[in-house]
Structures are given as structure tokens and as C-alpha cells.
């Protein structure tokens, strides 16, 4: 149905989003994104603190909806999904990765893992938790399986965050500034972590401050006061 | 989200709550051990008062000869009433007639007068005197005994006294197995009573002692009911029975009367009931306090958990499961709550009846028990109380936890995710 390469992951048309301040004038928080993001791309976002990144970053996510547009995710128009569709949705297509890891820190590194699969209720919980081993396994994490967030290291609760990312096996993968908690050097792992999912297929959005970590995406979007700046990808 | 799972994380973030959930949680566990409490004793309560109410003798109807007579309940107090009268006496006739009656238990006719009485060398000139069937009337007597015993089949000429004979009339104690000379016969004193002011003695010596009386006449006829609930029934049932037997065909010729006891009846069912009322009362507040506590904690466990709720949110976890997981988690607070509650409630009521045991014992030396020992005496914990208690617990919780549990599902999933 959909060509590997010339697909459309994403797509955003004309999307506003403002915050009402009551007395205030509204704050426009993003205003007119034209976007499209093809399946298997690696894009890096980039602008200066409060441009609206984030904010961005959340409607692709399908976490928020715009006050104007359309986000399109799967051939659905997310402003017309009930709450309860938007969370599947999540479940199903994105693997999120958060600058503060974002682990529930009362469970495992395991039960971490295994949250998403059995919030979507596809797998059995043995198969969830073999799935969820594996993931652990390959970041390197086999010997923390148990460990809660707070008896891990920084580097650590991040390479449980992307194997949380990756439970249901997602199309789309978001990290918002993955590495701006952690040294150059895990930093640095994580950024090849994301190009080698990347290589085998996933699209990656990422949020980035550092000019160095740049150059693992193959399109740089730039925002400037909620507007992309840079012309967007058409290629 | 299975339910399972959901169950799961609701015990995952209470074995996790803070110290101030875990205090909410000693609230709950006071109110439910007030109510548990307060239940047991209140049935503890209604349990004496029924007893009681036996021994005050509302379960005895008084018959006497001559109309419209005042009765009254037991042997204290109807002393020297029903001593002569002009109109026809009772007979065994008129027993035999009231133990056909339905409701009926036990019939026993009794002689009372007056007599002389000497003890070591004094004289009392006109005693009262109680003629009943040694073998039935430990059924009909409602005192305690201090010492001795009460008549029994076989008796003779043995009596039982009141403490007024038995201490100061005489000026000096007569205790037990002492000699006294009763309208000129010889009897031993084989027990004495804590009240009362009268002597008893089997029927057969009373016809001799008690002159003026007839062959087989009775002074009045006690008789003993099994449900006391059927009281006024029963009085009308023996009214018609004995007017029948009688041979009265015009209840205005009615030569006797039957007492009827439902006037304290209904002061002590009024009492229950103003007890329960009470009782509930407090019951009632305990548990909205209690569920006041639930919701206060679950509000702030929802806020608590707000991060959690965003990144659950963010992975695809429904509404409707954040939902479920909290109520759950409610109810959980509810268990423990009510779990705690009534072993602190069961351990409190065993403490005060203990603490009442010995305040009764002492206090029936003086007489009847007061009502704070009747309330405390005996409380009863019972297996449908526990069960009860702990499930109106969950259910407490669960009912005060849905809206924050409506709450917490409704979090905008960015700005759960932003608190910190
Ligand atoms: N709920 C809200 N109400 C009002 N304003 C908001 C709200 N959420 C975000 N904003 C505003 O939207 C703007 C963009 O925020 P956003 O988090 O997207 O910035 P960002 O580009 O990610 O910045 P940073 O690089 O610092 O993370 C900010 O000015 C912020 O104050
Ligand atoms: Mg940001």
C-alpha cells in the first residue's frame, strides 16, 4: 500500500497552536507549519529556547492537538480521533525519549520497558517481558533489569527510556534534546543508537541545542518564534 | 490494559505513597474502628436490654382477682396487694384454663400474706409472706441471690429471705441455715435474696401459715411467656380464656385482671431505638469523615502522580485504564483502611468490656447495672460485622475516589507531563 521510501509519515498542514492568557492576547505559540516528513527520514529540530519546538514535537506525538490545521498520522486526521484513539495511536506508531528520561520511578527497568506493551494488551505478559528483556539486553542493560530508576546512572535510565521507546516496535521515534542530560560520550551512544534504528527503518524526529549532534540527521528544521525558517524538505 | 495490570499499578503507587497518604490512612482506620466499635457495642447493648428484659420480668403477666387492677411485674413490689378481696379467688382451675394458651411457658399460682415472724427471741408482728411452687419458681424470681440458694422440688419448710429480713429487722444478720418461726412453725433459712423485702416459701406450708386462705385458692397466677414481642396478645388471649372458664359472659363482669407489662416494654424498645439512632448518628459521621480523609488522599496522590499519568499517557496508556487504576487504588486505601479499622475497633471493644466486666461485678452488688454498663458490657464483634465493615471501607474509598480518579484520567497528557 505505501512505498518504503515515499510515504508520508507525517504531515502538517497549516497548523496553528496558541495558549488563551485569558485577559491577555492569546500567546501563538506556533503559527502556519507546512511539514511533511516521509517515512524512514531523520530530521532535527533546531531553534532558540521557547521557539515552539516542543510544542511541535507534541503535535507530531498526537500528545496535543492543534488550535488550527491538520496533523495527519496514519492517513487520520488527529483534531477528529476520540482521546482513547489518540492514546492507541500513541501506543502503536510512536516511541517517545525525553531530555528528563521520564522512567516511572517506582517501577523496574524491566516493568518500565514493559509498561507500553501491556498498556496496549497485544502480547502476553511472558511474551511482553521476553520483548522487554531483549530490548534491555540490547542497550546493554541486562544486569539492571531490576534496578529502579533511581539506582541507575543517567546514561542508564536513558537506555531504559529507548527501550521503552522501541516496546511496541514503533514507526516513529521523537526524542526532545535525548542527549542534554547526559556527558558527550553517552551522549554520543545514544546519537548512534538513534541512526542505527534509523538505518533499519524508523523515522527519527529529533530536538537538539548541540550543533555537533547535527549531523546525524539527514534534514535540519529550523524555528524561529513558533515560524520553520529553513525551507522545508521537498524533496 | 488488563484489569489485572491496572490492579498491579494501583498497589504499586499505594505500597509507594508517601508518609501523608499513609497518615490519611490511620484516619480511615479510626473511623471504621469507631464504627466497628460503636456497632458491637450497640448490639452488645440491644443484647443486654433484651436480656434484661427478661429479668425485669417482662416476660411475666401478673393475674389477680378483682377488676381493673393495677398489676404488677414480678414478685418486688406486689407484696401485700392481692391479700383479700371479696370477689371470687383464683383456683388451679384458672391454671389449668392459662396453660392452654398459646405463648404461654409456665404457670405458677401464688399465696401471699402476712404472718408473725421470730428470730432468736424477737417477734415481728405482720410480715409479707409468698406461698410458690418451689420446683417453677426460679423461673419467675428476678433477684440474684447473696448467699444460699433459691427453693427447689422437695423443699419444705424452707424459706428464702429478703436482705430487709435477713439485716435490719431483726437488728442482727440471719444468715443462711439459720432457724425462724413463721406463724408458729419452724423453717430454715435457706437463702437470701439481694432485694426485696418479703419471705418465700413452698405453697403447701404458706396455705398452713397464711390461715385465712381457702383450700385451693391462689392470691394471683404468674405466668411466663415465651415472646415477649406477642405480650399483648397473649394478655387478651388469657382475658378470653378465663372468661370463659369463668363463666363470664360480660367483659363489664370481669372479676379479675391480667398486667400487662408493655408499658415498660415500650419504654425499654424506645430506648433501643434511641440508642441505635444515636449510635448511627456517629456512626454516619465517622464514616463521611472517613471518606473525607479517602478523597483528601486520593486528590493528592492523583497530584502526586501527575508525572506518572503524563508518561503513562504518552505511551498509550487509555483513560479509561488511569481511571480504573486509581479507583482501584482507592479502594485499596478503603481495604487497608477498613482492615486496620476493625481489628482496632475488635481490640477497643474487647478492651472496654473487660473494663465493664469488672464494673459490673461491682456494681451488681449495689443493684441493677447502670446503663454505661449495659452499653459496654458485652459488645459483639461478629463475622457479618467484620465483613461488613471492611467492604463499606471499599466501597467508602472507591465512591470518595471517583472523582479524582475522573480527574487524573482527564490530565492533558503535556501538561501532566511538564509538572514536576
Ligand atoms: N500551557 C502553556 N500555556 C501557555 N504558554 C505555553 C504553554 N506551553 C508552552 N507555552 C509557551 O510556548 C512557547 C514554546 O514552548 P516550547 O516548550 O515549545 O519551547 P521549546 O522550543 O521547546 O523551548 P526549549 O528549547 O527551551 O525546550 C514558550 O514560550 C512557552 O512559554
Ligand atoms: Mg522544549
Known amino acids: 500500500m505505501k512505498g518504503k521510501n515515499s510515504a508520508k509519515s507525517i504531515e502538517m498542514e497549516d497548523v496553528w497552536k496558541k495558549y488563551d492568557m485569558g485577559e491577555v492576547e492569546p500567546l501563538v505559540v506556533l503559527s502556519d507549519i507546512n511539514l511533511e516528513i516521509k517515512r524512514g527520514e531523520f530530521v532535527a529540530i533546531t531553534g532558540p529556547s521557547g521557539s515552539g519546538k516542543s510544542t511541535m514535537l507534541n503535535l507530531v506525538g498526537v500528545l496535543d492537538k492543534p488550535s488550527w490545521g491538520r496533523v495527519i498520522l496514519d492517513n487520520q486526521n488527529i483534531s477528529f ?3 482513547s484513539d489518540l492514546a492507541i495511536l500513541r501506543g502503536k506508531k510512536i516511541g517517545f525519549i525525553f531530555q528528563q528520561f521520564n522512567l516511572i520511578k517506582t517501577l523496574s527497568a524491566l516493568e518500565n520497558v514493559m509498561l507500553p506493551m501491556e498498556a496496549l494488551d497485544i502480547l502476553s505478559k ?13 542497550l546493554g542493560l541486562q544486569d539492571r533489569l531490576h534496578h529502579k530508576p533511581n539506582q541507575l546512572s543517567g546514561g542508564q535510565q536513558q537506555r531504559v527510556a529507548i527501550a521503552r521507546a522501541l516496546a511496541n516496535d514503533p514507526e516513529i521515534i521523537l526524542a ?14 545514544v546519537m548512534e543508537f538513534l541512526q542505527k534504528l534509523n538505518k533499519q527503518g524508523k523515522t527519527i524526529i529529533l530536538i537538539t541545542h548541540d550543533p555537533n549532534l547535527k549531523k546525524y540527521a539527514k534534514r535540519i528544521i529550523n524555528i524561529m518564534d513558533g515560524k520553520i525558517i529553513s525551507p522545508p524538505g521537498k524533496k | 490494559m488488563k484489569l489485572r495490570k491496572s490492579f498491579d499499578l494501583a498497589v504499586n503507587i499505594f505500597v509507594n505513597s508517601k508518609l501523608r497518604s499513609w497518615l490519611t490512612i490511620i ?3 479510626v473511623g471504621i474502628a469507631a464504627v466497628v466499635s460503636i456497632i458491637s457495642m450497640s448490639l452488645g447493648a440491644q443484647q443486654q436490654l433484651q436480656s434484661r ?16 387492677r393495677a398489676g404488677g411485674f414480678g414478685f418486688a413490689g406486689r407484696d401485700s396487694e392481692s391479700s383479700s378481696t371479696d370477689q371470687k379467688n383464683l383456683t388451679s382451675k384458672d391454671i389449668l384454663a392459662i396453660n392452654s394458651v398459646s405463648n404461654v411457658k409456665e404457670v405458677m399460682g401464688t399465696l401471699s400474706g402476712r404472718a408473725s415472724v421470730s428470730y432468736s427471741g424477737k ?7 409468698q406461698g410458690v411452687d418451689p420446683s417453677m419458681w426460679k423461673d419467675f424470681n428476678t433477684e440474684t441471690l447473696t448467699s444460699g440458694r433459691l427453693l427447689q422440688l422437695g423443699d419444705s419448710y424452707s424459706v428464702v429471705i429478703g436482705q430487709d429480713l435477713a439485716n435490719n429487722v431483726f437488728g442482727k444478720t440471719v444468715p443462711v441455715n439459720s432457724r425462724i418461726s413463721i406463724g408458729g412453725q419452724q423453717f430454715t433459712v435457706v437463702g437470701i435474696l439481694s432485694n426485696g423485702r418479703g419471705i418465700v416459701m413452698p405453697l403447701a406450708q404458706a396455705r398452713i401459715v397464711l390461715e385465712d386462705l381457702g383450700g385451693d385458692d391462689f392470691s394471683s397466677i404468674s405466668v411466663k411467656i415465651s415472646d415477649v414481642t406477642y405480650s399483648n396478645d397473649t394478655v387478651t388471649a388469657i382475658t378470653n380464656k378465663l372468661l370463659l372458664s369463668r363463666g363470664i359472659f360480660s367483659s363489664k363482669k370481669q372479676d379479675f385482671s391480667v398486667s400487662n407489662p408493655s408499658a415498660i416494654q415500650s419504654t425499654i424498645e424506645q430506648t433501643i431505638s434511641t440508642l441505635a439512632i444515636f449510635l448511627g448518628a456517629i456512626a454516619a459521621i465517622s464514616l463521611l469523615v472517613g471518606g473525607i480523609g479517602i478523597a483528601n488522599t486520593m486528590f493528592t496522590s492523583v497530584l502526586e502522580k501527575t508525572k506518572d499519568i503524563g508518561i503513562m499517557k504518552a505511551i498509550g496508556t487509555r483513560n479509561g485504564d488511569i481511571m480504573t487504576i486509581f479507583l482501584i487504588n482507592s479502594g485499596l486505601i478503603g481495604l487497608v483502611g477498613g482492615i486496620g479499622g476493625v481489628i482496632l475497633g475488635s481490640i477497643s471493644s474487647v478492651a472496654v468490656n473487660s473494663l465493664a466486666g469488672v464494673s459490673t461485678t461491682s456494681a451488681s452488688a449495689r443493684g441493677p447495672g447502670g446503663f454505661t454498663n449495659m452499653l459496654a458490657g458485652s459488645s459483639v464483634v461478629s463475622i457479618p460485622l467484620i465483613i461488613g465493615a471492611i467492604v463499606f471501607a471499599v466501597l467508602v474509598g472507591m465512591i470518595a475516589g471517583v472523582i479524582p480518579a475522573y480527574r487524573a484520567s482527564k490530565l492533558n497528557p503535556v501538561e501532566a507531563l511538564r509538572y514536576e
Open chain 1, 81 to 83: 480521533l476520540r482521546e
Open chain 2, 123 to 129: 417477734t415481728v408482728n405482720s410480715y409479707t409472706i
Open chain 1, 176 to 189: 526532545d534534546e535525548p542527549t542534554g542530560n547526559l556527558d558527550s560520550h553517552t551522549g554520543q551512544f
Open chain 2, 27 to 29: 484516619g480511615i482506620i
Open chain 1, 126 to 138: 511472558k511474551e511482553s517481558e521476553q520483548r522487554a528483556i531483549a530490548l534491555l539486553t540490547v
Open chain 2, 53 to 68: 428484659l427478661g429479668s425485669l420480668g417482662a416476660d411475666i403477666l401478673t393475674v389477680s382477682p378483682g377488676a381493673q
